[in-house]
């Protein structure tokens, strides 16, 4: 299986937040859920589209909202966390002009004692004012290990494809 590229625009962030709240919250020794809000990150790059046959770049401009709660047990200790992340942006092919919405809405549940990775709800959409729905990937996947479904439930196309290569190909028609 192909790893997977989630846009990784906030993992960076993400990590340093994740890390940081554990630290604070562990050493209150605080049992209340903690949340935390990263707030709107902006973002812009681009994706070259030769790779996909395409002799284009895809121009990305968007916004990532992302928030943070972790539940402890009843030592302090974190059990689990939940990121609440979404983003909307445009994606522009550099030749024609040609300009897609793509948006995203779902929630990462990260189960620390037993080991797992529930992203549920609207992993990315993607629609062509012309043609409808281009991307749909949609659902709840469940994930034992990295890169490892255990459990798999609607449509997943950036899941077992590539994000590039499929936003390329709408940019194209």
Request: aromatic share 10%; proline share 6%; with cysteine.
């Amino acid at each position: 299986m192909k790893p997977i590229r989630w846009r990784g625009r906030a993992l960076a962030l993400l990590a340093v937040a994740l890390a940081a709240g554990l630290v604070a919250t562990a050493a209150a020794g605080a049992t209340p859920p903690t949340r935390e809000n990263i707030g709107v990150i902006p973002y812009e790059f681009s994706v070259d589209c030769s790779p996909y046959g395409f002799a284009f770049a895809n121009n990305v401009r968007g916004q990532e909202s992302l928030w943070i709660e972790t539940f402890y047990d009843a030592g302090g200790n974190p059990v689990k966390v939940v990121v609440h992340d979404g983003f909307t942006e445009t994606d522009t092919n550099s030749v024609t002009g040609k300009t897609l919405p793509f948006s995203q809405t779902w929630v990462n549940t990260y189960d620390l004692v037993a080991g797992t990775r529930t992203v549920v709800g609207k992993a990315f959409l993607m629609t062509d004012p012309g043609k409808g729905v281009v991307i749909l990937d949609t659902g709840r996947v469940v994930f034992d290990a990295p890169h490892h479904v255990s459990f798999e439930s609607g449509p997943h196309p950036v899941l077992h494809g590539d994000i590039d290569q499929l936003a390329c190909t709408a940019l194209a028609s």
